[in-house]
């Protein structure tokens, strides 16, 4: 069946060392997409002006770093440009061929359709096809999805550091883009702002494409700053959600199981650290004080964990914006 022209569809391509791919991406994408931006992000192969000598598509238009802003960088500077252009939906996939245009019309549905307001791909779904996938980037992906779950507060979704994504343009243009992480984390820190808005979260299943391209990904180098931004995004997203703006009996169960958990690792230390000074036993009820206190933190912990899991947003919030981002004169 042919694929037809989606009205209002921009694509964005941060281009970053994909010289030798790009112009196979920009050939595979067919008729949908209205608009194609391709983000040449200081490229030291000079992506995009490759793209401009070889490519003929009045679609495609190159956007032009001075310096290196990161991928988040570049789909932002995407963004900006879609909605400048009056996009209705904004997908965003990278140059490196990883990622089927083929997939374009399933990605965008669910937005146009009213159900989801952003929508992710899915590389785990289809098992079979996880042989592809190198294993050291299978086990960091695994041990980033579990991490950007508990930051973000999207607990459902499967594969959360995938970079294919499609946005509608009303949600977009309410993302706080200057407090965005620009750099690796910039998918997670998205998902992170756009659970605080209130947004929709959808995924699509496709097959994982590896070819012959490299990751620029250095995990060991960037072990501590993903730590940190996890840390830092679940702790507001918690103070946020279950302090500033609502409170449950989820909420108390938080402080309950963080106080006790607390209150039974220093009664516990303090203890082992006098009996090993002394050489005299603690008692029975010292233990049994410090195993109830840690017990009932877990099962308080447990009983918060579970709501957190069930807590996300299910009713789509572009539908219910009245307008869509004014497109300059």
Known sequence: MPVAPIDGLAVVIPAYRVADQILTVLAGLGPCPQHVFVVDDACPEHSGALVERHCSD????????????????????????????????????????????????????????????????????????????????????????????????????????????????????????????????????????????????????????????????????????????HGRNTAKRLFYTYFLRGFYPASLELLLGLLLAGSGAVFSAVNWWASVASGIPRTSGTVVIASTLLIVAAQCLLAFLGFDVANYPRRALGPRLQQRPPSPS
């Open 58 to 229: 009045p679609r495609v238009r190159v956007l032009r770093h001075g310096r290196n802003t990161g991928v988040g960088g570049a789909v932002l500077s995407g963004y900006a440009a879609a909605l400048a252009a009056g996009a209705r939906v904004i997908v965003k996939l990278d140059g490196d061929g990883q990622m089927d245009p083929a997939l374009l019309p399933a990605m965008v549905r669910p937005i146009l359709t009213g159900q989801a307001d952003y929508v992710k791909g899915n590389r785990f779904h289809l098992l079979e096809g996880l042989g592809a996938m190198p294993p050291l980037r299978l086990f960091g992906n695994a041990v980033l999805s579990f991490l950007a779950k508990a930051s973000s507060g999207y607990w459902q979704l499967m594969d959360p550091t995938n970079g294919y994504t499609a946005i509608e343009a009303r949600v977009a243009a309410l993302l706080p883009a200057q407090r965005l992480s620009r750099r690796y984390g910039f998918e997670t820190d998205l998902l992170f702002r756009l659970y605080l808005l209130g947004a929709v979260v959808d995924e699509v299943p496709h097959r994982a494409r590896y070819g012959t391209e490299r990751s620029s990904l250095r995990p060991v180098a960037l072990v501590l700053p993903f730590l940190l931004l």
